[in-house]
């Protein structure tokens, strides 16, 4: 029986023995396959997928890098001691400590999962994963030189980044419950056992293989999105300031872009007012397709379906209120 069992163990095919075959057969009728996808809709989408994916995958692995060392070399204690205990006071801490991770959307994911497991309430670490992508210097200074002459364009991007992840996580800690979250994204890490690096190693490697995934579905989305939505859209927003915020907003999410390079898409939008284009700086690092599915995929489908609307509403409001205080209103 045993043996039997060890044949057809061995007999069973693979996920690299699949990619091998599709491999050969890409090769072999690579002619064939360039005639059959050798449409520009198909084309202009690939192009979008890949742009995703590069410009996210670097952020992913600092993401999973962080992550593993705050599982293996940062002790619970020092989390506790450093955050004030009311979760009140520790929802802007959270956002501010944002500024110190030059990172996009998708590396705050993992960071954000292992502050949770290292007993950290769940509103303070979602008041950093907003912070961290829309906060930080790297971001704030893309935006300046997008937007050449204009420092109250960046001043306007911190403060209502700012203002989303702070108003986001008081209402999670007054309203949010831990059912929401998938169980294994609040299990406590163990303590002891095998070596820190070992940990680290175990750590990065799984959350970059469960990650990467659910970014691959993210650009996937975000692909056939940008090939659906007509461009002629915003030639028609000129001067509606109003409508041009919602529009705005609603690409933020599809189109997906890295809150690196987001900036310099807003500043060639040059027919819109600053306003629409400053919600769309708020609301894309805080919420878009392929940062959805991220969630999902590590707090879970019910997280997911109550935290992207949550965040979409209050990144809306947060960017037209600081537009109207700090950009002088609606040109």
């Known amino acids: 029986m045993t043996s039997a069992t060890e044949s057809r163990s061995r007999r ?20 064939q396959l360039v005639d059959a996808l050798d449409i520009p809709a198909l084309r202009t989408g690939a192009t979008v997928f890949v742009a995703v994916c590069v410009q996210a995958m670097p952020f992913l692995v600092l993401g999973t890098l962080i992550s593993g060392a705050i599982a293996a070399f940062l002790p619970a204690e ?36 292992r502050l949770m497991q290292q007993g950290v309430a769940p509103s303070v670490a979602l008041a950093f994963l ?6 930080n210097p790297v971001v704030l200074v893309a935006t300046a030189v997008a937007f050449p002459g204009r420092p109250e ?7 209502g980044s700012l203002l989303t992840a702070v108003v986001t996580g008081w209402l999670w ?38 990650a990467g995934g659910f970014l691959v579905i993210g650009g996937l989305t975000a692909a056939a999105l940008n090939v659906l939505v007509p461009s002629s859209l915003l030639e028609s927003l000129s001067g509606q300031w109003v409508l041009g915020i919602i529009v705005m907003a609603l690409l933020a999410v599809v189109l997906a872009i890295c809150s690196e390079a987001d900036a310099f898409v807003a500043a060639s939008l040059s027919a819109l007012p600053l306003l629409p284009r400053l919600v769309f700086l708020v609301v894309g690092p805080a919420v878009d397709v392929k940062l959805i599915a991220l969630q999902a995929g ?3 489908k019910a997280f997911a379906l109550r935290f992207a609307p949550l965040a979409f509403t209050v990144a809306v409001v947060s960017g037209t209120v600081a537009g109207l205080v700090l950009l002088g209103g609606v040109s």
Do not use: N, Y
């Not at 802007?92 to 990172?103: E, F, I, M, S």
């Not at 907003?130 to 906060?135: D, I």
């Not at 820190?196 to 970059?208: G, I, K, S, Y």
């Open 12 to 31: 069973r095919i693979t996920s690299l023995e699949v990619l091998c075959v599709v491999l050969v057969l890409a090769l072999l009728l690579q002619s």
């Open 130 to 135: 907003l912070a961290a992508p829309a906060v």
């Open 78 to 113: 020092v989390l506790r001691r450093v955050l004030p205990r009311r979760s009140a006071l520790a929802v802007p801490v959270a956002g501010l400590a944002g500024v110190a991770l030059p990172g996009c959307e998708c590396a705050s994911v993992p960071v954000a999962r």
């Open 298 to 300: 590590t707090f879970g």
């Open 153 to 159: 364009m960046v001043l306007a991007r911190f403060c």
């Open 173 to 210: 800690a007054r309203f949010g419950k831990a059912s929401w979250i998938a169980a294994r994204a609040l299990e406590r890490l163990p303590s002891g056992g095998s070596s820190r690096w070992a940990v680290f190693a175990e750590t990065t490697r799984h959350d970059l293989v469960e």
